[in-house]
T-cell receptor, first 113, second 114 residues
Framework: AQSVTQPDIHITVSEGASLELRCNYS??????LFWYVQSPGQGLQLLLK??????LVQGIKGFEAEFKRSQSSFNLRKPSVHWSDAAEYFC???????????FGSGTRLLVRP | SAVISQKPSRDICQRGTSLTIQCQVD?????MFWYRQQPGQSLTLIAT?????????ESGFVIDKFPISRPNLTFSTLTVSNMSPEDSSIYLC???????????FGSGTRLTVV
């Protein structure tokens, strides 16, 4: 069965610093991978997705993620974090056999002024 | 991508009662999904609802507790039955707009059981 691991429960970065949130997946075939953001009291917003092709994908709000099959990873990055990026970030995986979207445990990002 | 209207946005309910949550989609979709997000936790899939068939429940979730209806391709309901404080969570519906387009989520129903 497919699964997603986000090893970092909390990450704190200073405003303007770079950010990398880790995500590892477990799935036999090529997965469909997603990053979502949930701000306090808000719904889920899709940041970016990967399904095939170029392994570096660009998303909204200046985020990007790189798919590395050899490491079963799909890490989210941003070169310069803004205070408004403070939120919960979820990595998720789906497949074309089940279509169920399975979420990782999430990483809470805190931004220091 | 699809737009989902989810109701109610929040509710406070007495233990032992039931609450029905509605999701209306602005386009026809094959699959709808229901998730639970317990306080401070991630999203856990409750069930997958396809029109014209029984919902498929994930391990740990049963139809008697979380009955789901899917009468047409734009609407679904989730009922939380015989509620206890442990059911206090955010419940979200989601639709799949093609794996390559991603999944859209409703704004969620924040349920508090007292």
């Amino acid at each position: 069965a497919q699964s997603v691991t986000q090893p970092d429960i909390h990450i704190t970065v200073s405003e303007g610093a770079s950010l990398e949130l880790r995500c590892n997946y477990s799935y036999g075939a090529t997965p469909y991978l997603f990053w979502y953001v949930q701000s306090p009291g808000q719904g889920l917003q899709l940041l970016l997705k990967y399904f095939s092709g170029d392994t570096l994908v660009q998303g909204i709000k200046g985020f990007e993620a790189e798919f590395k099959r050899s490491q079963s990873s799909f890490n989210l990055r941003k070169p310069s974090v803004h205070w408004s990026d403070a939120a919960e970030y979820f990595c998720a995986v789906a497949s074309d056999s089940s279509y169920k979207l399975i979420f990782g445990s999430g990483t809470r990002l805190l931004v220091r002024p | 991508s699809a737009v989902i209207s989810q109701k109610p946005s929040r509710d406070i309910c007495q233990r032992g009662t039931s609450l029905t949550i509605q999701c209306q989609v602005d386009s026809q979709v094959t699959m709808m999904f229901w998730y639970r997000q317990q306080p401070g936790q991630s999203l856990t899939l409750i069930a997958t609802a396809n029109q014209g068939s029984e919902a498929t429940y994930e391990s740990g979730f049963v139809i008697d507790k979380f009955p789901i209806s899917r009468p047409n391709l734009t609407f679904s309901t989730l009922t939380v039955s015989n509620m206890s404080p442990e059911d206090s969570s955010i419940y979200l519906c989601s639709v799949e707009g093609g794996l390559r387009d991603g999944y859209t989520f409703g704004s969620g129903t924040r349920l508090t059981v007292v």
